[in-house]
Antibody, heavy 117, light 110 residues
Framework: EVQLVESGGGVVQPGGSLRLSCAVS????????MSWVRQAPGKGLEWVAN????????YFVDSVKGRFTISRDNAKNSLYLQMSSLRPEDTAVYYC??????????WGQGTLVTVSS | QSVLTQPPSVSAAPGQKVTISCSGS????????VSWYQQLPGTAPKLLIY???ERPSGIPDRFSGSKSGTSATLGITGLQTGDEADYYC???????????FGGGTKLTVL
């Protein structure tokens, strides 16, 4: 069974940093693109970033470029999202997903990030 | 303002059919595959359709997808109360080099 479990969410002050993790199991992690998608409270889905199988290709939505980085550790079956210079508008549930921007076929349960003073 | 445009809401009676549209441009829908997602209240999204019209295993054939030019459509037949959810289209935007979603459509089964 494919499983994705996010962790690392919490409350952080504006300008602060946070690192999200996504532990996966049930499939060959190193064979898939992976993505982060977020959803602000009461709002729609917003694609955030993705990374290729080797970690060489990375893409980001404009609003997080220069502030967020995406990485993976294929030996640990884990995906990461390092978030810095956080803003109130980054407040959202962050989902990790298997797949690239065209199709995410498995999703985690999400982790809530709240940016507030 | 989402890159992909969906109607905010649609509704239909149980047993009926509904379609949800998703409009984009040549840089996204026009030249890339479209996916559709269902998000039940309080849960993570679920993939319903990929590559414009393909269904993952376990998704009933009541759900269908199509694409024409720069628009895509999700069809749901034999509506059930359990289909009440938010539905999102998504694809890649070649000009933005980023994934994009529609704003979402809330389906109400009356």
């Amino acid at each position: 069974e494919v499983q994705l479990v996010e962790s690392g969410g919490g409350v952080v002050q504006p300008g602060g940093s946070l690192r999200l993790s996504c532990a996966v199991s049930g499939f060959t992690f190193r064979s898939f693109w992976m993505s982060w998608v977020r959803q602000a409270p009461g709002k729609g889905l917003e694609w955030v970033a993705n990374i290729d199988q080797d970690g060489n290709k990375k893409y980001f939505v404009d609003s997080v470029k220069g502030r967020f980085t995406i990485s993976r550790d294929n030996a640990k079956n884990s995906l990461y999202l390092q978030m810095s210079s956080l803003r109130p508008e980054d407040t959202a549930v962050y989902y990790c997903g298997r797949g690239s921007g065209t199709s995410v076929d498995n999703w985690g349960q999400g982790t809530l990030v709240t940016v507030s003073s | 303002q989402s890159v992909l445009t969906q109607p905010p809401s649609v509704s239909a009676a149980p047993g009926q059919k509904v379609t949800i549209s998703c409009s984009g441009s040549s840089s996204n829908i026009g030249n890339n595959f479209v996916s559709w997602y269902q998000q039940l209240p309080g849960t993570a999204p679920k993939l319903l359709i990929y590559d414009n019209y393909e269904r993952p295993s376990g998704i009933p054939d009541r759900f269908s997808g199509s694409k024409s030019g720069t628009s895509a459509t999700l069809g749901i037949t034999g509506l059930q109360t359990g289909d009440e959810a938010d539905y999102y289209c998504g694809t890649w935007d070649t000009s933005l080099s980023a994934g994009v979603f529609g704003g979402g459509t809330k389906l109400t089964v009356l």
